[in-house]
């Protein structure tokens, strides 16, 4: 079942409920995980994650394959606590995806797993985790990316606080043409600009 919402400035989300069950997994530490809050990953989002409001100050995670869904994972949010492990800390953090992982496990940024876990050589801990609605103050961004223009324009959405579905955009709000999914990343793509956009979201 889908929730609508709608925002000033002519965009409509919609967000699907989220199954509250929490699901037995593995999370990892690894060199990767120092590294992972300086952008890049899956979902080729951009610039230093700990200082973006729209990445949990570095809360942050590459997520199972089987979750990324072929791109419309990425900034989906996971509650996550550790489990039977001597190094546990109690508790969870909430981490927001932003690449995959192709062996089932998440790979928690150095700053998620300092939450729930004392010890960085534990290397890897058993988890529950369950998919959440992220933080927000009720605002969201449309990053342009560098290289748009008016014959080719690509965005980015940040800051929802469920996954991007579809993505749809007008010069006049009369007619809406649906943007494309650039691979497997969080990143829209058209032919040529435009001034009015509408996001579909859910997971």
């Given at each position: 079942m889908a929730h609508v919402s709608k925002i000033s400035g002519?965009?409509?989300?919609?967000f699907f409920l989220l199954a509250?069950?929490?699901?037995p997994a593995s999370a990892v530490f690894t060199s990767f995980s120092v590294g992972l809050n300086d952008g890049g990953g899956a979902c080729n989002y951009k610039g230093d994650f700990r200082d973006s409001p729209f990445f949990n100050g570095g809360l942050t995670a590459y997520?199972?394959?089987?979750?990324?869904?072929?791109g419309k994972g990425c900034g989906t949010c996971y509650e996550v606590s550790c489990k039977n492990h001597k190094s546990c800390r109690g508790g969870s953090v909430t981490v927001r995806a932003v690449g995959k992982q192709g062996n089932g496990d998440f790979l928690l940024s150095s700053t998620?797993?300092?939450?729930?876990?004392?010890?960085?050589?534990?290397g890897r801990v058993e988890i529950k985790y369950r998919g959440v609605e992220c933080p927000s103050n009720g605002t969201f961004a449309v990053r342009v990316m560098p290289g748009s223009n008016p014959y080719w324009f690509a965005i980015q959405i940040l800051?929802?606080?469920?996954?991007v579905e579809k993505v749809e955009i007008s010069k006049d709000a009369s007619s809406w043409t649906s943007l494309r999914a650039m691979g497997e990343s969080a990143t829209w793509v058209l032919g040529s600009g435009a001034e009015k956009i509408v996001v579909w979201g859910g997971r």
């Open positions: 002519g965009l409509c989300l919609a509250l069950a929490l699901t997520i199972p394959q089987s979750q990324y869904n072929g998620a797993w300092d939450k729930i876990v004392r010890d960085r050589a534990a800051g929802v606080v469920d996954a």
